[in-house]
């Protein structure tokens, strides 16, 4: 049950706070956080009938009905807006209500959370920990694009370096294969082998993470960009500074023959990775 829990998708909800529900015996287990704190809800059978007939008098629903109504219309209000959520935070920190309004069946349904406040270690196993996995597999996912980006601009300053365009194939030729990139991201080592990060956060978008914590993605891609142009600005200063002397320097005439040379080995190659691509979709596709 406990890893089932751990498991479950969060749902954002409203302002900085996100919530997971699960059912259990016609019971529920329900957290909700604010990605400081952890607040949660432990109902069994008989509290959740007793809850249900004194909010919702008029209405006639009994056990299993009860929760898997509350769980519909908590996804139909927090996930299409039908319906409303709203949250009461305690001044003490330690306390937290919230109200649910929808309907079943056409009749109104009304439902009282009251979220007490959770061991740090709940914080740690559902929020901090998920986040920590899905941080370090985007942090290997962006270490395979810049592979993919040196490799392209590698084989663009060869074209150039033999004095020849690139062909117009190369805008669009991918450098890695799906399986092969498939095998680089089965490599990633996995800080916490036992989280499943897209599982736990499937619902809970990383933009709408950054914009609760005041950090958008402009601000992240423009980091990552600044970093990368510091990097190769460094190497092309040291190369200029400690590699080219004056004497390097001077222009000294094209090698026609050297660069044609050059230029049909690069087709060549290109023309071979081509062919070994088709014939291993064709090899897939016959099962062999």
Same mark, same amino acid.
């Given at each position: ?41 432990? +109902?069994?059978? @008989? ?5 249900? !007939?004194?909010? /919702?008098?008029?209405?006639?629903? #009994?056990?299993? =009905? ?71 597999? +985007?942090?290997? @996912? ?5 592979? !993919?980006?040196? /490799?392209?601009?590698?084989?663009? #300053?060869?074209? =150039? ?90 222009? #000294? ?36």
């Amino acid at each position: 049950m406990e890893e089932e829990f751990v498991k479950a998708p969060w749902i954002p909800c409203s302002g900085v706070h996100a919530l997971k529900f699960i059912s259990h015996e016609s019971g529920y287990i329900a957290i909700i956080t604010d990605f400081i704190s952890c607040y949660e809800e432990k +109902l069994n059978a @008989e509290e959740t009938q007793q809850r249900c !007939q004194e909010q /919702n008098p008029n209405l006639e629903i #009994e056990g299993n =009905q009860i929760v898997e109504e509350l769980k519909t219309s908590l996804h139909s209000c927090l996930d299409s807006k039908i319906g409303l959520f709203i949250i009461v935070c305690n001044g003490n920190g330690d306390h937290i209500d919230a109200k649910l309004s929808s309907s079943v069946s056409g009749l109104p349904f009304y439902w009282e959370f009251s979220f007490s406040s959770s061991p740090p270690e709940t914080l740690a196993r559902h929020v901090t920990g998920p986040l920590c996995s899905m941080i370090h597999l +985007l942090l290997g @996912e962006r270490q395979l694009l810049l592979q !993919q980006i040196k /490799n392209h601009e590698r084989v663009l #300053e060869e074209y =150039q370096a033999s004095g020849f365009p690139p062909p117009h194939s190369m805008h669009g030729i991918s450098l890695m294969s799906t399986d092969e990139l498939e095998m680089k991201r089965s490599q990633l080592p996995r800080s916490l082998e036992s989280v499943d990060a897209k599982a736990l956060f499937g619902q809970l978008e990383i933009r709408e993470l950054y914009k609760k914590h005041q950090i958008t993605f402009s601000f992240a891609m423009e980091s990552i960009c600044n970093d990368e142009k510091g990097e190769r600005e460094a190497g092309v200063n040291d190369t200029a500074n400690h590699e080219i002397s004056p004497v390097k320097a001077k222009a #000294e005439p094209p090698d026609k023959e050297g660069q044609l040379k050059r230029r049909m080995e690069l087709e060549e190659q290109l023309s071979a990775e081509r062919a070994a691509k088709e014939k291993q979709k064709r090899l897939k596709k016959f099962n062999l």
